[in-house]
């Protein structure tokens, strides 16, 4: 089992940062991708970053390209998403998502990120 629990949401004005953290407890030896993933009301929840516990080059969605940035500290079993530029088209509930080497799910209770224009 991996616990996850997330934090950094809330208010900002658009144009402004954020930065998003999940922080992973548990079996997290066996952690073999983290994700970022959001939902805005009556649409469904969409990719926004990933990355590979290992390394390698980060992916992004296409609407978030050149503004987001996921990272991860392994030491301390977190992973980051800074976002800059916020849009009000950004606002959303923001999960992340952590999967194993035996393709189990788990996913973080969300934290909602607000752009007012």
């Known amino acids: 089992q991996v616990q996850l629990v997330e934090s950094g949401g809330g208010l900002v004005q658009a144009g402004g940062s954020l930065r998003l953290s999940c922080a992973a407890s548990?079996?997290?030896?066996?952690?073999?991708?983290m994700g970022w993933f959001r939902q805005a009301p009556g649409k469904e929840r969409e990719f926004v970053a990933g990355?590979?516990?290992?390394?390698?080059?980060?992916s992004y969605a296409d609407s978030v390209k050149g503004r987001f940035t996921v990272s991860s500290d392994n030491a301390k079993d977190t992973v980051y998403l800074q976002m800059n530029s916020l849009k009000p088209e950004d606002t959303a509930v923001y999960y992340c998502?952590?999967?194993?080497?035996?393709?189990?799910?788990?996913w973080g209770q969300g934290t909602q990120v607000t752009v007012s224009s």
């Open positions: 548990g079996r997290t030896f066996t952690t073999y991708y």
């Open positions: 990355m590979y516990w290992s390394g390698g080059m980060p």
């Open positions: 998502k952590w999967v194993t080497y035996g393709a189990t799910a788990y």
